[in-house]
């Protein structure tokens, strides 16, 4: 069996004594993808701040590359942080710094990335080449609209090729041809480096995207898994949150079958 | 019965265990040279020209009114000596660091609080590099150095401005001025109006990336985390200019 390379036991996490997740438990091995569906406020952001130590459990328990850091020093989280990308809902991005020393930030940073200073230009070019803005390297943030931002988030979130990538709602607020496009990097992200993945979103398209498409390298585009010699997609789990708990667990297949109302919401039926 | 003592309480708290981790990143590494130098070039440079004009303009006055007390006993000539004094023991320093705290506290809370509402601080902590290291620290160490340069000078551009009235409203000496001036000055003195400026520089600038760095609530948030910071740290100067001058006129 792989790796297992995040775990959450029995979780709950409150602010001023109301839980923004309660009883949250759930795993994910190496390899594999997990997309978290969820309405606004169902507490998905929280489930991604907490898997990196950002935010501390109440109880429970969280495990990330078989170390249990709920109560691990901040200084000791920083290792285990350098094994991980994150992409921001608004990508925060730093708005002081260039394109490139944001992408750069992480190889600079990272207590155990350490690339060597010559290196760290072309790593962040092909990083930016990745999400096709190796044009922006001199300009800021705020120079350029949501989609290319979130499209930097996610080459920084990937510049490190770090083993596990989270992003958060990266679709949020963009245009559906926008959204798809990043759903599409995203997916290229998960085929080419085969990068475990955990995706929190308010789509249910960006869940299908992850859960029938694979990224063909030769055509450099997106082809249906499973036609056209292309494998299916697998180790794909959803969880679908409500009001801070999981109320489901299971393939893309189980959640369309699923006769449960709320869920039904989320799901398109063909 | 005693919840309302809660959030202050807690408030203190957090802002102790902010300051001992500050004070602990002092001999920690990494230390971003670049990003102290940064904001020494913000803080303090940044500052100067509203520190000089504060300066000149109290010195202006101080004069001013000085001389008219003291024409009543026929010693206009001591105009330098006490109006060097007032300068340097109290007005140049609490003056300059309320200019700073409300340009400074101002700007360093309204920087981390957009930082923090935006996740920025929450990436950073995720991209490997710890707020209070990268942040916090640089900035307090930046506006306590440079609390006291800005200080001296505004002290010394204040005597400029008194030097200006004595010398064509009151015909006093420039040696008469100067001299006294300088005489008066004793070592005491000058410890008091740099010890000051030091303290008050650690209490802006930590309370400003104190305020900063707890802002919740988007870009209102953002605004009252700098309204706070600015009163606290008003309020801390003048409580704290108490003690330190009580201390130093019981010596």
Redesign the interface.
Known sequence: MPELVLRFDHVTVAFDGDPAIEDVSFEIRHGESLVILGAAGSGKTVIL?TA?G?LRPDSGSVWLFGQDITRMP??QL?EI??R?G?L???S????SFTIEENVA??LE???T?RCPPEQVRPRVEEALRFVELENTLGKFPSQLSGGMRRRVGIA?ANVTEPDLVLYDSPTAGLDPITANNIMALIVKERDVRRATTIIVTQRFQDGRIMAKYRYDPASKELELAGTNGQPAVHGLKFLVMKDGRVVFEGTEKELGESADPYISKFVMRD | MLDFLKTPVLSIQDYIVLSWRTFKGLFTSPHYFRDTLLQMDTIGVGSLPIVVLTGFFSGIVLALQMSRALQTYGAVNQTGPIVAITLVRELGPVLTALVVAGRNAAGIASELGS?KV???I?????????PVLKLVKPRVLATSFMQPCLTAIADFVGLVGAYIIAFFLLRLTTSEFWNGAYRILEYNDVVQGLLKPLVFGIVISSVGCFYGLRTTGGTQGVGRATTQAVVVASVWIFVLNAFITKTFVSL
């Open positions: 701040k990196l950002l901040e200084k920083f942080r350098a991980c994150i921001f809902q608004e925060a991005l730093f708005d930030y992480p940073n990272q207590t990335v920084r | 930082m935006t996740e920025q929450d990436a950073m902590r995720a991209l490997g590099t710890d």
